[in-house]
Nanobody, 124 residues
Framework: MFSCRRLGGGLVQAGDSLRLSCAAS????????MGWFRQAPGKEREFVTA????????DYADSEKGRFTIFRDNAKNTVYLQMNNLKPEDTAVYYC?????????????????WGKGTLVTVSS
């Protein structure tokens, strides 16, 4: 059974940096594409970024390119989201997701497992 131990999140100011992490268990982590999605209040869940199981290929939503970085440590079964220059519009609950060896990185439907979410609040 998939579970994700989340670290990071909380209240920060605009321009600050924050790192989220998801230490996964219950899956063969090295074979899973890992993604981060977010859901802002009153909005649909949206794709943020993802990284293929190899760790070589990544994809980002346009609004996050240049500010956010995803990386993974397969030895620790952990995926990270480094967020820099945070903006108030980044305020959302951030979800880690895992999908078996797929390449459709932005498609939420391709992820079978979801973490419980971590709230990030960016004040102006």
């Amino acid at each position: 059974m998939f579970s994700c131990r989340r670290l990071g999140g909380g209240l920060v100011q605009a321009g600050d940096s924050l790192r989220l992490s998801c230490a996964a268990s219950g899956i063969a982590f090295t074979f899973y594409t890992m993604g981060w999605f977010r859901q802002a209040p009153g909005k649909e869940r949206e794709f943020v970024t993802a990284i293929k199981w190899s760790g070589v290929t990544t994809d980002y939503a346009d609004s996050e390119k240049g500010r956010f970085t995803i990386f993974r440590d397969n030895a620790k079964n952990t995926v990270y989201l480094q967020m820099n220059n945070l903006k108030p519009e980044d305020t959302a609950v951030y979800y880690c997701a895992a999908g078996w060896r797929h390449s459709d990185l932005g498609a939420a439907s391709r992820y079978s497992y979801w973490g419980k979410g971590t709230l990030v609040t960016v004040s102006s």
